[in-house]
């Protein structure tokens, strides 16, 4: 699906009550413990670390784990951006026996493959023990087109990937990579793992996404608090992702965009739905305390900015769609500088007497 997506009507199903491992209706915060690989932590995160930290991934992961009980069993939005990603199985004519998809929306991923790619082993990866836990019992409870894919699950961290080298087929990420702290070294770690001609699928979310709030957000502070503090985590904009694929050594990369627009009944329901999908600020040098009437301002100045006439309020939501080679002999090469043996003057001319 491409365009722009209008969805309506989230205010009575956004949080999920009937696909719970117990049957009441309430909801518990299970802690859970993430590992990744043998490299210690102390030893690459400690003061003298070059690394620039921007994201805290220790709060992400408890939003993941938060997410993995307040998301709904089929969220339009997220169904939509994961579709029109694996979409781009069916351009290849190869298959892709062993994958590995990795953390933001797995589970819609694993659920709408419907045999795209002809994968016969799946690697599922997540920083959080409690989405793991999900995707595993929705495997068990859904009797799918899924069903004859051997399916294995990693609590794991994509900056730091558990996965041997040269070891899959594909790589698949979708609306998670944005929450790395080095985007490029994670899309590397990516590539090293894919087998020569493998392939690199991916979706993050860009710098336009949620513009309203932004905006929202900006006003309210300024007015209420005059100054403005870090709300909405910053993000990469489309220029960079050809950048990115490049500067990771992937090979054939391409590179398109997609604007989806969500509507809302009022700014409360779309912060809800940010929590659902784990999309929530996980900014290091985020403001913990946000006022009141900061809140109740950013609410007020969304409505009276963005409403349509039925009252609903927008969210524009902007994805990338990444796409890259592992490089292999057999793929196509462009040819050595200055090796044309046509000029382009010669085409115009000819075109030109032809017209």
Sequence with gaps: MRGTLSLCQRSSQLLLRGRRRATKETYTLIPSVSYCTNIDNN?????????????????????????????????????AVADNLLDRLEDCKKTFPTALCLGGSSEAVRRL???????????????????????????AAQQDSNQNIETSFVVGDEEFLPIK??????????????????????MIQCKLALKPDGLFLAAILGGETLKELRIACTVAQMEREGGISPRISPLAQVRDAGNLLTRAGFTLPGVDVDEYVVRYSNALELIEHLRAMGETNALLQRNNVLKRETALATAAIYDSMFAAEDGTIPATFQVIFMTGWREHPSQQKAKRRGSATISFDDIQKQFSSDN
Excluded: Y
Aim: charge should be negative.
């Design 43 to 79: 030893t690459i995160d400690g003061p003298q670390s070059p690394r620039v930290k921007i994201f805290d991934r220790e709060l992400k992961r408890k939003q993941r784990d938060r997410a993995a009980w307040l998301m709904r069993p089929s969220d339009p939005f997220v169904d």
């Design 113 to 139: 493959l419907h045999g795209r790619g002809s994968i016969e082993k799946l690697v599922m990866m997540d920083t959080s023990n409690d989405m793991v836990q999900l995707c595993k019992d929705a495997e």
């Design 165 to 186: 080298e040269s070891s899959v087929d594909l790589v698949i990420s979708c609306l998670g990579l944005h929450w790395t702290n080095d985007l490029p070294g994670a």
